[in-house]
């Protein structure tokens, strides 16, 4: 069954197969895609989107991107779209940029941005590879955060 899987108002996630579901993005007013793979199509639809170069390896830096894809996520949202992250399955690469959107913007610690992924796609498991540089990235994110706090009150 195709489906999109809905993270919040303006995130989805899903597999590929479901990703490209015209109608399916119509329905669901998805505006921008994030393909997180090196061989999946892109939706027919004129819909933006950008691509993250990443095979479901565990040596992969998923990493470097965590950033950017967040903050398209977060700018899609605010103009009023809707993003749609999607890999091969919707299980590994997909969900790790998801919670990492969620720690980011959200200020979720990665065990509540996974749960909170989760919840809406019980299938979601990132490969052990991506779940250590989603540990990395929760330290990065807190370090960042203390520092704007001390430089705010210098």
């Not at 399916?24 to 921008?32: D, I, K, N, P, S």
């Not at 933006?48 to 991107?65: H, I, Q, W």
């Not at 299980?91 to 990492?100: G, M, N, Q």
Request: net charge positive; aromatic share 8%; charged share 25%.
């Amino acid at each position: 069954m195709l489906h999109l899987c809905t993270l919040s108002e303006s995130l989805l996630i899903s597999n590929s197969r479901s990703a490209c579901d015209a109608e399916l993005l119509c329905r669901e007013g998805v505006t921008f895609c994030i393909n997180v793979s090196k061989q999946q199509p892109f939706p027919a639809l004129k819909i933006s989107g950008m691509r993250v170069p990443v095979f479901d390896e565990p040596a992969e830096n998923l990493y470097k991107y965590f950033d950017r894809c967040a903050d398209a996520i977060e700018d899609t949202g605010k103009q009023g779209g809707r993003t749609l992250v999607y890999c091969k399955n919707g299980r590994s690469r997909s969900a790790a940029i998801c919670t990492a959107y969620f720690m980011k913007h959200r200020s979720l610690s990665l065990q509540e941005a996974f749960g909170h992924v989760r919840s809406a796609r019980p299938a979601v498991e990132p490969n052990e590879g991506f779940w250590e540089q989603l540990q990395r990235y929760e330290s990065e994110l807190q370090s960042r955060r203390t520092g704007a706090l001390s430089s705010a009150s210098g």
